[in-house]
Antibody, heavy 121, light 110 residues
Framework: QVQLQESGPGLVKPSQTLSLTCTVS??????????WNWIRQPAGKGLEWIGRVYTSGGTNYNPSLRSRVSISVDTSKNQFSLNLSSVTAADTAVYHC?????????????WGRGTLVTVSS | QTVVTQEPSFAVSPGGTVTLTCGLS?????????PSWYQQTPGQAPRTLIYSTNIRSSGVPDRFSGSILGNKAALTITGAQADDESVYYCVLYLGRAIWVFGGGTKLTVL
């Protein structure tokens, strides 16, 4: 059974870069027609799609975050990663990685439990 | 900026039926927006309920159903149970590889 697990620092200083990794276990990140996504959730608020990466390395980002976001994939490690630069307190959130099914149907079918990142000095 | 709208909260009695909706600030929701629905309980990962408007994800009870009602996507829970008390999110595909979530509806079963 495929599972996703987020990892990375839980505390990042303002103006620095937030870096997280999602490890895919129980299956290959390269198999099937999937996009690999980052989604975040500030405390007490709703979900916000950050962006996605395909195993070819192609990416798409939320326009509101595009200037600060980079998502990459490392198929040899079965991982994909998020970098968010110039962070502020508004970037404090639980960050989830998620798999997007692509094809006849498009939807998020698998989620990680999320990791809390706090931006504070 | 396009906003996906959901009711902030809803209450239903055990055994009752409730319909949650998912709208767009700038357009009517249709199947082309590929609406999907997710259930989240505190501290847990979201769980996929419905995709492509009305297809139940594997293992989801048939008391959950999806549809288009008027100009919105809808999630109907028939015969609500106590463990349906959760936050429900919809997400729409806006094209150009952009996905937008609604703000979520907190459902109380009481």
């Amino acid at each position: 059974q495929v599972q996703l697990q987020e990892s990375g620092p839980g505390l990042v200083k303002p103006s620095q870069t937030l870096s997280l990794t999602c490890t895919v276990s129980g299956g290959s990140i390269s198999s099937g027609s999937y996009y690999w996504n980052w989604i975040r959730q500030p405390a007490g608020k709703g979900l916000e799609w950050i962006g996605r990466v395909y195993t070819s390395g192609g990416t798409n980002y939320n326009p509101s975050l595009r200037s600060r976001v980079s998502i990459s994939v490392d198929t040899s490690k079965n991982q994909f990663s998020l970098n968010l630069s110039s962070v502020t307190a508004a970037d404090t959130a639980v960050y989830h990685c998620a798999r997007l099914v692509a094809g006849i149907h498009w939807y998020f079918d698998l989620w990680g439990r999320g990791t809390l990142v706090t931006v504070s000095s | 900026q396009t906003v996906v709208t959901q009711e902030p909260s809803f209450a239903v009695s055990p055994g009752g039926t409730v319909t949650l909706t998912c709208g767009l600030s700038s357009d009517s929701v249709s199947t082309s927006y590929s609406p999907s629905w997710y259930q989240q309980t505190p501290g847990q990962a979201p769980r996929t309920l419905i995709y492509s408007t009305n297809i139940r994800s594997s293992g989801v009870p048939d008391r959950f159903s999806g549809s288009i009602l008027g100009n919105k996507a809808a999630l109907t829970i028939t015969g609500a149970q106590a463990d349906d008390e959760s936050v429900y999110y919809c997400v729409l595909y806006l094209g150009r590889a952009i996905w937008v979530f609604g703000g979520g509806t907190k459902l109380t079963v009481l």
